[in-house]
């Protein structure tokens, strides 16, 4: 039966409209249903590319015997958690207080006032694994819902008094922006988590965690023990190494669920691999290792090819599943690569990427993954190591294209403003570092489709799908593209870009800033939720408040505008304490506080383009993650963003003058970028 669902642009939305459920989106029609029918709200969060949500869809909500117990007792709610983050941080948050551990499809059970009394993430259709049947869970929820109302009405009230200090517990008011010595210290607690053995965060299944790790870099930039560098690369070296990374097309797969990065989670996402970009662009600045330069290279090709939608903006995912199956467009036999290559290159490629008879993945199927090195085939066959490594190019290039005529992945056709920002600030952060223009035309062509269908009027909206566009921002949106667009003029000097930058930065601080809790709301105030929701940690993606104050201390020293001083200033003060207690959920806003640390700075690069171009270059290459840069032609009016601080620059005489400005105050113009060297 075609529904409500049938209305809606997301593909996550549209994969129920055809259930026997009969689903209603999230908004007032549902509210007012439920209340109208005294019936407890089922509220299912996943998204597109999402497995289990599949799975739970096949069993359940296409099941007729599970829609007519959802149908008779429940108003049934469905939501994309990519359009609405605010939804599913509110609802996950309720789901901890009532002691249960969140994830994705998110099942909860709301009184008609929106309420959580229950919840959990995926039931099975029958009882299996210790885990309760969706039928019996329908049943006793509304047996007690009937029978025992109070029950379910102080559960909700009680969990609904406890979200407000839940979702706002890490902020406090007043206080100075975390310190050199801190930041060190911070990054050294990071370390202190990581795997020493395996890399990544944590003994169990590993996400990349990008701003964590991000965060390690500046703290060895400011001194920190050597061990923090260490354990980036080794994290760094074994995704790139691992099944995570799809070590045939390139692109990072979400995160894996072992300890060895060895056994994905098959989803590819927009905002990892857009993260991931910028990670491995700033740790080839800092090391100059190539294997972190291939990396980049292949997932921006895997970006453009896989995610690059008509017009240049970026598409938000590709599906863990084909044909049905987990995984199955990944995975490999040894039989196919004795049909595929000659019996020696099959056993060498088999030898590399770990593929046996009896299969790593499940029985008889390999997921590729780097086990033995060129180097040390090379060594184990007696044979040239660049011979080894041609062959292996060789053999990529057959298995890539045998694998290309396979069913590939759904793709999650919509556009998201934020997880796009990502990406323009990736590639053109990229594009400065390698010395590669076209990756900046790929942000520049993102860029312009966003700020053409997505920005109007000053109000950024957050999902866009054929032809349609949904959902006012959220501040990651607001956050993410500032920060992109800034990278973005970093690498093209048009001076729209900023303008844009200056202007969602202004409507983010007018829309999301909540004087009286000290902190950034995650969604406009009067969307209806039952508690206000703050972004402060980061997740897989950063948060968007973190990823706003990036933007607003960058913006501090390319515009010299003072409400984004004061704004950055003090909210780096209210979360120091928080930052330091947790460094790991607060990496993106350390790098925030980091870069206020050196004072917003700013290098002017003043001189025409052929003078300023080679100190451009060199400013690309190197590892300056907290410096942002202006070239300021030697005639023509200043761009409007950034007139005061350009004002008064010249060229030297036959070279290009470069100011270094900390703090809005200007050094004495030099002819190289020695005073980068002087840091504070």
């Known amino acids: 039966m075609a529904h409500r669902l049938a209305n809606e642009t997301s593909p996550y939305l549209l994969q129920h409209a055809d259930n ?10 549902a509210f007012r249903a439920a209340r109208d029918q005294d019936k407890p709200i089922l509220l299912s969060v996943g998204y597109s590319a999402c497995h289990w949500c599949h799975v739970m869809a096949h069993e359940s909500f296409e099941d007729a015997q599970i829609a007519a117990q959802l149908n008779e007792g429940f108003v049934c709610v469905k939501v994309d958690r990519e359009e609405r983050p605010d939804v599913d941080q509110l609802y996950q948050a309720a789901l901890g207080l009532m002691g249960e551990t969140g994830g994705w499809p998110l099942t909860l059970f709301l009184t008609p006032e929106l309420e959580p009394f229950f919840g959990g993430t995926y039931f099975p259709r029958h009882p299996r694994d210790g885990l309760p049947g969706l039928s019996q869970v329908l ?90 560098l260490e354990r980036a690369r080794l994290t760094l070296d074994r995704m790139a190494a691992g099944a995570l990374y799809d070590q045939l097309g390139g692109g990072f797969h979400r995160y894996s669920v072992d300890a060895e990065w060895s056994v994905p989670h098959f989803e590819k996402m927009l905002y990892d691999n857009a993260q991931l970009v910028g990670l491995y662009t700033e740790a080839w600045q800092l090391t100059r290792l190539p294997e972190y330069a291939r990396v980049v290279s292949e997932t921006i090709a895997w970006l453009e090819r896989a995610l690059g939608a008509p017009g240049g903006a970026f598409c938000a995912s590709l599906d863990a599943d084909s044909e049905g199956t987990e995984g199955k467009f990944y995975l490999w036999t040894r039989a196919e690569l004795d049909q595929l290559l000659p019996p020696e290159r099959a056993a060498l490629v088999a030898e590399h990427f770990g593929i046996s008879v009896d299969g790593n993945f499940e029985p008889g199927l390999s997921v590729p993954r780097c086990v033995v090195r060129a180097e040390e085939l090379a060594k ?25 005529e396979r069913v590939p ?23 400065r570092a390698f010395g590669h223009p076209e990756w900046a035309v790929l942000a520049k062509r993102a860029a312009d489709f966003v700020l053409r269908e997505l920005f109007e009027g000053g109000v950024l909206w957050r999902s866009f799908r054929d032809g349609v566009r ?25 001076p729209a870009y900023l303008e844009s930058a200056a202007q969602l930065a202004e409507a983010a601080l007018d829309l999301f800033w909540d004087e009286d809790a000290g902190g950034f709301l995650s ?34 020293g390319l515009t010299s505008e003072p409400r984004f001083v004061e704004a950055a200033w003090k909210y780096l003060g209210n979360l120091r304490e928080a930052m330091l207690a947790d460094p790991t959920s607060f990496g993106r806003l350390l790098c925030a506080a980091d870069t206020w640390l050196d004072g917003a700075a700013t290098a002017v690069i003043a001189g025409d383009i052929e003078q300023a171009r080679p100190l451009l270059d060199e400013l690309g290459r190197r590892y300056e993650p907290t410096l942002s840069v202006i070239w300021s032609a030697p005639s023509g009016p ?21 100011y270094l400005c900390r703090n809005r105050t200007c050094q004495r113009p030099r002819e190289d970028l020695s005073a980068l060297d002087e840091r504070p």
């Open 523 to 556: 969604a406009p105030e009067g969307e209806g939720l039952i508690a206000a929701v703050y972004a402060l940690t980061d997740e897989a993606a950063p948060s968007g408040a973190s990823s706003l104050s990036h933007a607003l201390v960058r913006l501090t």
């Open 20 to 29: 026997p459920v009969d689903w209603y989106p999230w908004g007032e029609e």
């Open 380 to 404: 184990r066959h007696r044979r040239p190591r660049d011979e080894i490594e041609q062959e292996l190019a060789e053999a990529r290039k057959v298995l890539f294209a045998a694998r290309e």
């Open 139 to 228: 049943a006793a929820v509304r047996e007690s819902f009937l029978q025992r109302r109070s029950d379910a009405d102080f559960t909700g009230k009680w969990v609904r008094e406890r979200l407000a200090a839940s979702l706002a517990r890490d902020l406090a008011k007043g206080g100075e922006p975390p310190t050199r010595e801190e930041v060190i210290r911070a990054g050294e607690q990071i370390a202190a988590e990581v795997d020493t053995e395996h890399g990544g965060l944590g003994r169990g299944a590993k996400f990349p965690m990008v701003s964590a790790l991000l965060a390690l870099l500046r703290a060895h930039r400011r001194g920190a023990e050597p061990q923090v």
């Open 470 to 494: 949904r959902v006012e921002g959220r501040i990651e949106d607001y956050g993410a593209l500032a920060e992109g667009l800034i990278e973005l003029y970093m690498a093209t000097f048009e």
């Open 638 to 658: 200043p761009p409007h963003p950034v007139r005061h601080t350009v004002a008064g620059k010249k060229p030297l005489d036959g070279a290009a003058g470069v």
């Open 409 to 431: 992945p759904g793709r999650d056709e919509k556009i998201l403003a934020g997880w796009n920002g990502l990406a323009i600030g990736a590639l053109a952060r990229a594009a």
